[in-house]
């Protein structure tokens, strides 16, 4: 996925898509209409600091972890969010942990 | 999440000319979260299964107790493991303008084993795993 302006079909899957889609709309208008310095940033899976590793407990990924210590296994694969691209790009997307 | 926020700061100083501009905060150079996943399982002596068999043991453990709620936090978000399930082509995130616009995400350390065990030590420190 380029970094660019997307056509909104890419965000209708979910009101989550949607809702990233209008914001950067609307900061894309309010530069082109206003000259106004705007800066529109696409977070991936934010994992845990690189220093102390620290990360919240309140994400799938611990929560995937403290239960397979439970239920005595891990799952295989890749989990990703396919809910759409605009999804993927601002949240779902697992193979890009900054 | 300090190159991410690092990384946020250097893109609001990007020139005015790329105002507007769409910016990926993503790792430059991705490891597969089937990797992460396979190393989170070494650390924490866990055998690998299938997602399948994974979710089936999810679901069993499924009481509908308090207790097991706060055993397995994964029962809250039960929709979105099923959802995700056997989804592996995962979107490849351009990261070019990004990685122009941020020296920290230019030289972010990769994602190893090494991550993922201070992520594990950690979450042990603080009694969310078990040791």
Request: hydrophobic share 45%; glycine share 10%.
């Amino acid at each position: 996925m380029p970094e660019a302006h997307l056509e909104p079909q890419a965000a209708v899957a979910t009101g989550y898509g949607q809702s990233k889609w209008v914001a950067e709309t609307v900061l894309k208008r309010t530069s082109e209409m206003t000259g106004i310095h705007t800066v529109i940033a696409r977070v991936g899976q934010l994992s845990g600091d690189s220093v102390s590793g620290g990360w919240t407990t309140k994400e799938w990924f611990p929560a995937m972890l403290r239960s397979s210590q439970a239920l005595g296994c891990i799952p295989q694969h890749t989990l990703v969010s396919l809910d759409s691209a605009l999804d993927m790009s601002v949240g779902g997307d697992i193979d890009r942990w900054v | 999440m300090d190159v991410a926020a690092t990384a946020l700061v250097e893109m609001l100083d990007a020139p005015a000319s790329m105002s507007g501009t769409v910016f990926h905060i993503a790792h430059p150079r991705p490891a597969s979260g089937g990797t992460l996943f396979g190393h989170a399982g070494t650390l924490l002596g866990l055998p690998l299964v299938s997602h399948e068999e994974w979710l089936g043991r999810l679901k069993g453990a499924n009481t509908g107790e308090v207790e097991a709620q706060m055993r397995i936090p994964a029962l809250a978000l039960l929709d979105f493991f099923e959802d995700s399930l056997g989804a592996d082509g995962a979107l490849v995130l351009s990261t070019e303008r990004a990685s122009a616009a941020s020296r920290a995400l230019r030289e972010v350390k990769g994602l190893d084993e090494s991550a993922v065990e201070s992520w594990v030590k950690y979450w042990r420190k603080i009694g969310f795993l078990d040791a």
